[in-house]
């Protein structure tokens, strides 16, 4: 039996908006509290997301020191830029080219793949709760992947045949990946890698893909609004040369640049809780622009849907007590679509 988990309430597409060449944003996306804060962007010398290289973490000579910067993007950073990763280029630009196709289509084409009710899959938006709260500037399709008994029949089967093509191979390699990294993460950590292989190895590979339309007033708005990674690890790729992704670190906003061929990996919420708090997600959010649309694809992995979450039993000692309850999976995610996205309010309601 497939989990119910929830939906989303249906808003507007802001991609449709955006072809009306407004003047002004309408007021429900207006979010003034948002940039007040402070960004880092006019700094000469912008601190900037560490870089590991896996061919590094792969070779024998180079693995220890690259261990070490990894578990010290972890700790200190909760995202990296991922270069040398082993996925194929082909693969990665057929992936990015099939999403801006899917986007570039007739909105009544779009439709046929909208969130059903009581669904986050489809295309539309998500953690829309209220009639009243304030929505994002952007538009996503969301869709499961893996396990493929859970794929919806009506959205990843109905695709353009080159899309479902692009989107098998894609998701096949980032799901390897994925356990790559998560294996190399539990050996920093000093984890057995069977924990990690239990949490995970049957777990739930999902893909949001994002548009963001140009806006006319892109300093009222969030593209997506803060908030932190509710999966395991978020694998993201930015799929055109249009940059928006920022990341909160002592209080301010730092804009990513992404590295060509590479990948913005990641913390999630869950990876934090397994950790007993060892990994920390960070808030990051999506900003847009007045001149041209931002696209941008994140792979999520998140743990089985039948099992439970709760720190690895090898990091729970009498000296570093479990910081974290121990909650069925299905039980996490029911709770989190049920909620409103605000920063990392989610993680916070599982801290002992």
């Known amino acids: 039996m497939e989990p119910k988990l929830g939906g989303s309430l249906p808003v507007p597409i802001v991609q449709e908006l955006a072809k009306e060449k407004l003047a002004t944003v309408p007021p429900r996306y207006v979010r003034p509290d948002q940039h007040q804060q402070t960004i880092l962007s006019t700094l000469s010398s912008l601190p900037q997301i560490p870089v590991i290289d896996m ?13 070490e910067a990894l578990n010290h993007a972890c700790q200190e950073w909760g995202f990296f830029q991922l270069i040398n990763h082993g996925v194929d280029s082909t693969v990665v630009e057929k992936m990015k080219l099939e999403v801006q196709e899917f986007f570039n289509l007739p909105i009544e084409e779009k439709n046929k793949f909208m969130q059903k009710e009581e669904d986050i899959e489809g295309y539309g938006q998500a953690f829309v709760v209220s009639e009243e709260q304030k929505l994002d500037w952007g538009d996503m399709f969301f869709v499961g992947t893996s396990p493929t008994y859970l794929r919806k029949p009506y959205l990843i089967p109905k695709l353009p045949p080159t899309f479902r093509d692009a989107i098998e191979l894609y998701a096949s390699e980032l799901k390897v990946l994925a356990m790559k990294i998560l294996k190399l993460m539990a050996k920093a950590l000093n984890i057995k890698a069977e924990e990690m292989n239990t949490l995970f190895a049957e777990g739930v590979q999902s893909m949001r893909m994002n548009y963001y339309p140009p806006c006319p007033q892109p300093e009222l708005v969030t593209g997506l609004c803060p908030h932190s990674d509710a999966v395991g690890l978020t694998i993201l790729l930015q799929a055109n040369e249009m940059e928006g992704l920022q990341i909160k670190k002592d209080g301010a906003w730092i804009p990513v640049s992404p590295l060509p061929n590479a990948f913005v990996i990641n913390i999630g919420d869950i990876l934090e809780i397994w950790t007993n708090g ?24 998140s743990p089985n849907m039948d099992g439970h979450l709760g720190p690895a039993a090898s990091l729970v000692t009498p000296q570093t007590p479990a910081k974290f309850k121990t909650i069925a999976v299905a039980e996490y995610f029911k709770g989190l679509i049920s909620r409103e996205l605000v920063g990392k309010s989610y993680v916070d309601l599982m801290r002992i």
């Open 55 to 67: 061919q590094k973490l792969l070779d024998k000579y180079s693995v220890d020191s690259e261990l």
């Open 278 to 301: 060892a990994y920390r997600s960070i808030e990051h959010r999506a900003t847009v622009n007045s001149t041209k649309e931002r696209l941008s694809i994140a792979t999520f992995l």
